[in-house]
């Protein structure tokens, strides 16, 4: 299955992790494995991979590309489950752990899976192709939720306005299509917002991150890649927009703190030491050429950290 996905970053985020021969490494958003095969193609005969991912249109395509390779293993999953998955495996730590935060473009450039309001499909957005739609959530919360959700993980100044239309416009029928809720969306926003940009784009954002648990799928995900590093491992992380990046900053600058007493304390009472370190103080970003090559760059960013 074919399964394409353009990777940003994609020779600094492979330089960043350090790739030794023999090592172990994971890649948590293995997409259409571009990223597995350059880890592949610097690991030797005792090396291993471990491929994860939700979306099983993913899967299907990784397990058709690196079958016949013993030292893959395709497992459909979310990388929060990581841990789980190294012990069924009977791994006991890796040396480098990659994960590609958001939506590939394989998923958006597939009119039916439903995250692009550029084309008419039905208005699905789930990776995993399992649960609760956007359709659904448009169709069932209250306003209120609704407000909350395009505020929280959108920052759309006029969510409450865009919510209430929902609202309005499912009472006539139900909101199912990408198209219908951009209509929508337009028609609720004032005519100055629409100059700034297509004005569904905040909105679709916010309804994907709901649908799919992102946020609380990184949290919970960054912790777990960490927790199953060897010494010396990395982790290499790379977002796509302010919240994410957001909770990635925050994360690996708590594991790089070090001791918390106040400074008036004349000996440290706490006992916190440094769990890991940054390899680049500030996060590595797309160059001008790529930018170029590639808009779908412009807000990425990479971090990694070093496990100690």
């Known amino acids: 299955m074919e399964f394409n996905h353009i990777p940003v970053l994609f020779e600094e985020t492979i330089a960043s992790l350090g790739i030794k021969p023999d090592g172990i490494y994971i890649d948590c958003t293995a997409g259409g494995g571009n990223h597995s095969a350059a880890i592949l193609q610097r690991l030797g005969g005792k090396g291993r991979l471990v491929c994860l991912d939700r979306d099983p249109d993913a899967i299907a395509a990784v397990t058709e590309r690196f079958s016949g390779d013993s030292r893959v293993s395709v497992i459909h999953t979310r990388y929060s489950a990581v841990s789980e998955v190294l012990a069924g495996l009977g791994i006991a730590a890796a040396d480098g752990v990659l994960m590609d935060i958001g939506v590939s473009s394989h998923q958006v450039d597939t009119a039916e899976r439903g995250f692009s309001f550029h084309k008419d499909a039905p208005l699905d957005m789930r990776m995993s192709q399992q649960g609760a739609t956007a359709a659904d959530l448009c169709n069932t919360m209250t306003w209120q939720q609704l407000a909350e959700i395009f505020t929280k993980y959108g920052e ?7 919510a209430k239309a929902i609202c309005s416009a499912r009472e006539d029928k139900p909101v199912e299509t990408t198209f219908a809720l951009a209509e929508i969306i337009s028609g609720a926003v004032p005519a100055a917002a629409k100059r700034a940009g297509h004005p569904a784009r905040k909105v679709f954002q916010a309804l994907r991150i709901a649908v799919n648990d992102e946020l609380g799928e ?4 960054l912790q777990a890649a960490f927790d199953c590093l060897n010494p010396e491992g990395r982790l290499s992380v790379i977002t796509f927009h302010s919240l994410e990046d957001r909770i990635v900053k925050q994360t690996m600058a708590r594991w790089c703190e070090g001791c918390t007493c ?10 916190n030491k440094p769990k890991a370190r940054l390899l680049h103080k500030k996060p590595i970003v797309p160059s001008d050429e790529e930018l170029e090559r590639n808009p779908r760059s412009r807000s990425s960013k990479l971090r990694t950290c070093v496990k100690l």
Request: aromatic fraction near 10%; charged fraction near 30%.
């Open 156 to 162: 759309e100044k006029f969510s409450v306005r865009i």
């Open 218 to 221: 990184l949290e919970r995900g």
């Open 262 to 271: 106040p400074p008036e304390f004349p000996v440290c009472v706490c006992g």
